[in-house]
Structures are given as structure tokens and as C-alpha cells.
């Protein structure tokens, strides 16, 4: 139904290949549009979310998965009315759409990594409201 710009295409494969294949197939599934906020990150960037707390890590201490090459994460917005929303609402819908394809390529045996969702991080069904830190625009691999 759907397809990524360039620039979210740029910023996706900056992204481990396990990501790049979940991302894509769930942009043709979504019912809601969306694109890549953000792939790989510099230990810069990471710092500056640190300070802002945007992030629960600082990229020198502890280096966040945006951090590697490739990336082990990616930072996704919805797409509704002609703009940007990081509304949890369309984000929550979109997890569902992205986890989805993610288990299924895993047990397809397409991908070698399982993903965790940042509004979810304890993968135990129960979203948003058992989260110390909500990161809904955030997917990463579990290694």
C-alpha cells in the first residue's frame, strides 16, 4: 500500500540487514503510513538526546544500539494528513504492524535477530503503561 521515500530509504540502510527487511515488508502491510526518523547515530547525537532525555544511555558509557555500524535500531514516525505524528496512538498501531513481520521473518528464518519494540521493552505484551522510559518511535534488535 505503501513505500518508503528516499531520505527514509537513506537513513533505513544505514540499519543492520534484519531491520532493513522488517521495515520494508511492513511499510507495504501498514495501514497507517510512516517513515525512518533515524538509523545509525553518532556518538554526538547520542549525547545530546542524553542530556535532553530523549535517551536512557549516553553513546561513550554505554553505547546505544543507533550507535553501531550498522545500526541495531530504528527510530520510525507515522505519516497521517500530510505530516509527521509521533502520536502513540498511530505509533502503537504501527509497532503492531513492524513486530508482526519481524516474528514472522524470524521463524521464516529471513532475519537472525528477534526486535524489541521501545514501548514494550519487556516484550511482555503489556505496552506503554508498565514502562519506566516510553520510546514509541523506537525498534531494535535484541542481540
Known sequence: MYSLGTTSIEKLYTCHNDLVRIIELAIT??????G?????????????YYKQ????????????????????AVDIYAYVNGKAS??????SYIAGVI?????ILYK????????????NW???????TDQLFVDSPHFELIM
Open 29 to 34: 502491510l501498514s495501514k497507517i503510513d510512516f
Open 36 to 48: 525512518v526518523a533515524e538509523g545509525h547515530r553518532t556518538v554526538a547525537k547520542q549525547q545530546e
Open 53 to 72: 532525555g530523549k535517551s536512557k544511555v549516553d553513546g561513550v558509557t554505554t553505547k546505544g544500539k543507533h550507535n553501531y555500524e550498522p545500526s541495531l
Open 86 to 91: 509521533w502520536e502513540v496512538s498511530h505509533l
Open 99 to 103: 513486530m508482526t513481520c519481524a516474528e
Open 108 to 119: 521464516q528464518g529471513a532475519i537472525t535477530h528477534r526486535l524489541r519494540w521501545g514501548g
Open 122 to 128: 519487556d516484550c511482555d505484551g503489556e505496552i506503554i
